[in-house]
């Protein structure tokens, strides 16, 4: 990908993008809970070519189309967002911090014990201020207030 | 201004920005009309050192802070927008064809005949198709309303 391309990108996200880190419950889930980073671009129907453009370039992620005439092209996973990010930080502006904070995300262990859990969960409310109108369920109480619940010791 | 900088705008511009050319009505113009190119790129007022910043790199348009926490960084004027467009073209992707379309009002008179100026009235509806919900009001019909009205020859 070509450093303008990158810059390209970066100034895209900016305008129409979403970087999102959250906690999503999940059955199953040793915690609980599952910590999920996203990559979001929007698009009309109509320009769902752009959206495959941008999957073309990043070789991972999905586009699914909505009931409102909306096209979304999402990344999601710790992996492919860090590695989608790192390509375009140094273009990004707007969403550049937020950025750097989902690069934290990096040293979480594969099976992170409880304590480890629960820091990275206190990381996921912190991206929260950079998003500005984000319907968030779940925060770091909502983990703690389970893990009460299912008494586990950390 | 560097290529990166260059494509990271146009990136910008095609997700949240806008491109437009209008039939504004204006007593006191020859033919009742002005035809109004600008170029609008929105932002929370939060992030109004974004607009600065745009504005700092294009040296003209101004900023506006809305009552609903949104600015708005606009270039209106033909010469100054096609300036700018001529920048950032080669990176558009999204509204390149708009940004292409703009550029063909660089051939207008400064004092247009009525052919000449209804002529560029029918471009200005042209751009229409190119964004997706805007409250126009006046389009060519309008224009020649009006010139029938004021009896205007040719």
């Known amino acids: 990908m070509s450093e303008e391309t990158k810059a390209y990108i970066a100034g895209f996200l900016d305008g129409d993008g979403c970087l999102m880190a959250q906690l999503i419950k999940r059955t199953g889930y040793r915690f609980g809970f599952q910590i999920r980073l996203s990559i979001v671009f929007y698009q009309h129907v109509q320009n769902i070519h752009h959206l495959k453009w941008l999957k073309s370039l990043f070789k991972c992620g999905y586009i699914r189309t909505r009931k409102d005439n909306m096209a979304e092209y999402?990344?999601?996973?710790?992996?492919?967002?860090?590695?989608?990010?790192?390509?375009?930080?140094?273009?990004?502006?707007?969403?550049?911090?937020?950025?750097?904070?989902?690069?934290?995300?990096?040293?979480?262990?594969?099976?992170?014990?409880?304590?480890?859990?629960?820091?990275?969960?206190?990381?996921?409310?912190?991206?929260?201020?950079?998003?500005?109108?984000?319907?968030?369920?779940n925060f770091t109480p909502e983990v703690l207030k389970h893990l009460a619940e299912i008494n586990l010791s950390p």
Chains 1, 2 share one sequence.
Request: hydrophobic share 35%; proline share 5%; net charge positive.
């Open 74 to 137: 999402t990344i999601v996973g710790i992996p492919v967002v860090i590695k989608t990010i790192r390509q375009i930080l140094p273009y990004l502006r707007l969403k550049k911090k937020q950025a750097q904070n989902l690069l934290k995300f990096e040293r979480i262990s594969k099976k992170p014990s409880k304590k480890e859990f629960i820091r990275f969960c206190r990381l996921v409310d912190n991206t929260v201020q950079y998003n500005f109108s984000k319907k968030r369920k």
